[in-house]
């Protein structure tokens, strides 16, 4: 249990679906993260907000809408995906600044079909 | 950009040292740590270590910082089955940036 819940932990969708994934945090911490595990690549990083604040985006394709309504609350809107879309999404969430370790959620497992 | 590099796969002997390799560009890192993801699970921090120490110890891991060849190791001693897991290398600068290995899939056969 590392303080970060993600929702759902499973999910399939077609492509033409409107799904959402969900992330809390009860840690208190002010910056939290999207990142994609696909197969065989390295962790990627899609989104950071800090204090609720987008401060970085790092090139993700705009079918994937982030959403941070306050500190401890993460989403990720997904619209029309692409079979290539399905991975592994983890959530975490850090301190801001120095000793940023981050806590890292189950993750959600997503197929696109 | 920064990167950090590791090799993919590692199978060890129940009871061996396991050792896991790790390299990075960025010289300016400020922590660098180990997490441990099992079959089905999100990332857990294992260990960490700050840069201006070479050595940390905990229990059945060792991280050992080489900070001029930019070189990170862990050292699992005694290694279980339970240890089978997919290992990642990762860096940061003060919170502000952190960069992940591939991560290095550990086998430990009975």
């Known amino acids: 249990e590392t303080g970060v819940t993600q929702t759902p932990r499973h999910l399939v969708m077609g492509m033409t679906n409107k799904k959402s994934l969900k992330c809390e945090q009860h840690l208190g911490h002010n910056a939290m993260y999207w990142y994609k595990q696909s197969a065989k690549k390295p962790l990627e990083l899609m989104f950071v907000?800090?204090?609720?604040?987008?401060?970085e985006n790092n090139s993700v394709p705009s079918r994937f809408s982030p959403e941070c309504p306050n500190s401890s609350h993460l989403f990720l809107h997904l619209h029309t995906l692409q079979p290539e879309d399905s991975a592994l999404y983890l959530c975490?969430?850090?301190?801001?600044?120095?000793?940023?370790?981050?806590?890292f959620g189950e993750g959600s497992r997503l197929t696109v079909l | 950009g920064e990167d950090v590099e590791q090799s993919l796969f590692l199978s060890v002997r129940e009871g061996d040292s396991s050792v896991i390799n790790c390299t990075y560009t960025d010289s300016s890192s400020t922590y660098l740590y180990w997490y441990k993801q099992e079959p089905g699970a999100g990332l857990q921090l294992l260990t960490y270590i700050f840069s201006n120490m070479d050595m940390k110890q905990d229990q059945r891991l060792t991280v050992l910082l080489n900070k001029k060849d930019k070189h990170l190791s862990l050292r699992i001693a005694d290694t279980q089955t339970g240890d089978s897991a997919i290992y990642f290398c990762a860096e940061d600068n003060y919170g502000q940036n952190f960069v992940f290995g591939p991560g290095t899939r550990l086998s430990v056969l009975p």
């Open positions: 975490a969430s850090s301190r801001s600044g120095a000793d940023g370790e981050l806590f």
């Open positions: 907000y800090n204090f609720k604040e987008q401060t």
